[in-house]
């Protein structure tokens, strides 16, 4: 657009915190609104299911407990934030002049890093910001085609705020192995419980389909962007996930590159 440094940072930072924002506190509404029905579905479940009632009964307060602990660390979350607004606004302060400077040279903190160095230092980071960027891309596509798929099976089951339990759900679209199904699997078993049994059927045929969908679009774009068999990108996002937990999302990129390296270094090339 061709606009100053300094208003493009600003455009940037505002749609970053207000697109985060508006994000969560959609997330927190849609969350709040979901757990009484859950509540009441759980309820349900032990006029359906013949077991002791004394385990029935413990199982249902210790998923009322989760939740009430649940709600409580959201409005905690809430508060802390409101607790800690210098920490916030000297974050924000120092997020905008890094996307200042970042708009005018992207290199610009490479004067900490001794000059011996820099070259072989640069090299890597610009290789490790070009497979981030294409990680980045990559994942976006597949949670927007996870969003899209669950908003419309959503809608079509009748769910209320089918795009709010769609995004709600989306957020677990990053874990490796079950992904969604964290949520769609307990809930399906939840309706084939309280016998709700077609309904439990097709969010199990959702989540396969959603699936395997899934799947074949992560291949193609892997194939088509890193040269790199989307069965070795999975396992080592996962690996990185379960070693360093949400911060191995953002290391991820760093062991794939480890990885394409590898997979072109001379002794595993084939002659």
């Known amino acids: 657009m061709k606009l100053p440094s300094f208003i493009t940072a600003l455009l940037t930072e505002f749609i970053v915190v207000a697109g985060i924002t508006v994000g969560l506190l959609f997330l927190i509404s849609v969350l709040i609104d979901t757990l009484p029905v859950l509540k009441e579905n759980l309820l349900n479940v032990s006029s359906f299911i013949h077991v002791p009632v004394a385990i029935t009964t413990q199982i249902r307060d210790q998923l009322f407990e989760l939740f009430d602990i649940l709600l409580s660390k959201i409005f905690q979350s ?10 916030v606004t000297i974050f924000i302060v120092a997020f905008y002049f890094s996307l200042y400077e970042t708009s005018r040279n992207k290199h610009w903190f490479f004067v900490y890093i001794p000059a011996r160095f820099r070259k072989p230092i640069y090299t890597i980071f610009e290789e490790a910001t070009t497979l981030f960027s294409y990680f980045i891309t990559v994942e976006i596509r597949l949670a927007l085609i996870t969003f899209g798929m ?24 990053f874990l ?13 078993i939840v309706f084939m419980a309280t016998g709700k049994v077609a309904i439990g059927i097709q969010l199990i045929v959702l989540y396969i389909v959603i699936q ?12 088509s962007t890193m040269q790199i068999r989307s069965v070795h990108a999975f396992i080592l996002s996962a690996i990185s996930l379960l070693l360093f937990g949400v911060a191995g999302i953002i290391i991820s990129p760093f062991i794939l590159l480890i990885a ?3 997979q072109r270094h001379p002794i595993f090339v084939s002659k």
């Open 78 to 87: 809430i508060q802390d934030i409101l607790q800690h607004l210098v920490e």
């Open 150 to 173: 669950l908003s419309i099976g959503f809608y079509f089951l009748n769910f209320s705020q089918p795009v709010g339990k769609a995004l709600l759900v989306s957020v677990c679209d």
């Open 176 to 188: 490796p192995f079950l992904g969604i199904g964290v949520f769609l699997i307990p809930i399906s």
């Open 212 to 223: 395997l969908t899934r799947q074949f679009a992560e291949s193609m774009m892997w194939a």
């Open 260 to 262: 394409v390296k590898l």
